[in-house]
């Protein structure tokens, strides 16, 4: 009798162990909204902070427009990272970050994109680039130019060359940048306007031209706390800003404005 009551209590302390450990576990996780963009960068960043700090992250990487949606939504995210100042600035407004956690983290580039073996290269993209003609029978890949990052950067250098109103019939148009890219890297498009970062790790494309800075707003990605983040949410806002991070960063081509 004493062996089956010793038996129960073990099993009670177990089962009241059980809650706390799984409570313990989630707040030893981070979850990130990130720019479809800044994938194989924070993946790598992320693993570093864990390693460095035992604090597990998740991340989730869609276009920023539909990261702040779903944070409009109630979806819980402790950290935001957008690909733009607008969509921040949104979120923002909507009091779902912590405004003093707020800092602009990288910055990126503009690129036409072609296939690995396209001879479409080295293409001179200045006033007046008839990426229309460039296209041929084909179309444009583009993300989508009402709400994703990339589209808004890509249609405002369209227009400021005075390529947007031929261009515009003849745009692939996708739910963010990396689908934009797979356009082309799968050959549905021949060419296709990324950001340079995206360009770099996908090996079926290649850089064909380089948007002149002053065609499109600077890309900057703002990154904060959200309203609800958890405490270690402040260690990882700082951990994104010091030596490592910057490293891996670079690494992939971003540059970096977080001082």
């Given at each position: 009798m004493f062996q089956f009551t010793r038996r129960i209590a073990l099993v009670s302390l177990i089962a009241a162990a059980l809650p706390l450990s799984f409570a313990a576990a989630q707040e030893q996780t981070l979850t990130v909204f990130a720019a479809a963009s800044m994938k194989n960068s924070l993946d790598d960043a992320n693993a570093a902070f864990t390693k460095a700090t035992g604090v597990k992250v998740n991340a989730s990487y869609a276009a920023s427009s539909a990261l702040a949606k779903q944070m409009e939504s109630g979806a819980p995210a402790d950290v935001f990272i957008s690909a733009d100042l607008n969509w921040m600035d949104y979120v923002a407004g909507k009091n779902l970050i912590k405004a003093d956690t707020r800092y602009n983290l990288l910055g990126n580039k503009l690129v036409l994109i072609s296939g690995k073996d396209s001879k479409i290269a080295n293409?001179?993209?200045?006033?007046?680039?008839?990426?229309?003609?460039?296209?041929?029978d084909g179309r444009i890949a583009v993300a989508d130019v009402k709400?994703?990052?990339?589209?808004?950067y890509a249609k405002a250098a369209l227009e400021k060359l005075g390529s947007w109103a031929a261009a515009e019939p003849k745009l692939a148009q996708a739910e963010n940048v990396r689908a934009t890219m797979a356009f082309v890297a799968r050959g549905e498009t021949q060419i296709g306007i990324v950001y340079e970062t995206d360009a770099k790790v996908e090996p079926n494309v290649k850089i064909a031209g380089v948007f002149p800075d002053g065609s499109y707003p600077p890309v900057i990605y703002p990154v904060a706390a959200t309203a609800a983040a958890k405490p270690d949410a402040t260690k990882y806002l700082t951990f994104l800003r010091g030596a490592e991070a910057k490293a891996i960063f670079e690494k992939y081509g971003f540059?970096?404005?977080?001082?």
């Amino acid at each position: 009798m004493f062996q089956f009551t010793r038996r129960i209590a073990l099993v009670s302390l177990i089962a009241a162990a059980l809650p706390l450990s799984f409570a313990a576990a989630q707040e030893q996780t981070l979850t990130v909204f990130a720019a479809a963009s800044m994938k194989n960068s924070l993946d790598d960043a992320n693993a570093a902070f864990t390693k460095a700090t035992g604090v597990k992250v998740n991340a989730s990487y869609a276009a920023s427009s539909a990261l702040a949606k779903q944070m409009e939504s109630g979806a819980p995210a402790d950290v935001f990272i957008s690909a733009d100042l607008n969509w921040m600035d949104y979120v923002a407004g909507k009091n779902l970050i912590k405004a003093d956690t707020r800092y602009n983290l990288l910055g990126n580039k503009l690129v036409l994109i072609s296939g690995k073996d396209s001879k479409i290269a080295n293409v001179k993209i200045e006033q007046g680039f008839d990426i229309a003609k460039l296209a041929g029978d084909g179309r444009i890949a583009v993300a989508d130019v009402k709400a994703v990052p990339a589209g808004l950067y890509a249609k405002a250098a369209l227009e400021k060359l005075g390529s947007w109103a031929a261009a515009e019939p003849k745009l692939a148009q996708a739910e963010n940048v990396r689908a934009t890219m797979a356009f082309v890297a799968r050959g549905e498009t021949q060419i296709g306007i990324v950001y340079e970062t995206d360009a770099k790790v996908e090996p079926n494309v290649k850089i064909a031209g380089v948007f002149p800075d002053g065609s499109y707003p600077p890309v900057i990605y703002p990154v904060a706390a959200t309203a609800a983040a958890k405490p270690d949410a402040t260690k990882y806002l700082t951990f994104l800003r010091g030596a490592e991070a910057k490293a891996i960063f670079e690494k992939y081509g971003f540059s970096i404005l977080a001082k």
